[in-house]
């Protein structure tokens, strides 16, 4: 039932997407681009930096297995650790997914941080989603 509802959800969720043209995202990210660029100071630029390298994949990889290290070998909560790693992978997979069905290119306009890949969604706010909602399931 609940891959239905998924399945579902996916499909209501890639209607959405499609309504919105990429000239309304571009003049989106346009005017959001214009506006941050107005507070621009190396000291931001560098904090902004931080921040990125801070929330990228390899770093919350690092700190999810340090934490489900400590739920695991520590508290011995074996059904908590497996609830993490299965919803890190189960985000993982379906943001490969919804990237290879919209394969949205990135804005071009100047930025701090080279990155790669397509812009449908950020992987830093993908896995920090699944690692907040592991507490919820846990623990209601």
């Known amino acids: 039932m609940g891959i ?3 399945i579902l959800f996916l499909g209501l969720f890639a209607k959405l997407v499609e309504e919105f043209s990429s000239q309304e995202v571009t003049t989106f ?3 959001v681009t214009d ?3 107005n507070f621009f100071s190396e000291i ?3 904090v902004a930096i931080f921040i990125t390298h801070i929330g990228s994949g390899v770093t919350l990889i690092c700190v999810i297995l340090l934490v489900g290290s400590y739920l695991l070998f520590r508290l011995h909560h074996v059904w908590e650790t497996v609830i993490l790693a299965t919803s890190l992978l189960e985000g993982s997979l ?3 997914i919804l990237k290879l069905i919209f394969r949205r290119t ?3 306009i100047k930025h701090l941080v080279k990155v790669g890949g397509t812009a449908f969604q950020a992987d830093m706010a ?3 989603l699944h690692f907040m909602e ?3 399931i846990c623990y209601g």
């Open 4 to 6: 239905v509802a998924a």
């Open 29 to 31: 990210h346009r005017v």
């Open 35 to 37: 506006f941050i660029q």
């Open 44 to 46: 931001v630029a560098k």
């Open 94 to 96: 379906l943001n490969g």
């Open 106 to 108: 990135r804005a071009d």
């Open 126 to 128: 993908w896995y920090q």
């Open 134 to 136: 592991c507490p919820v």
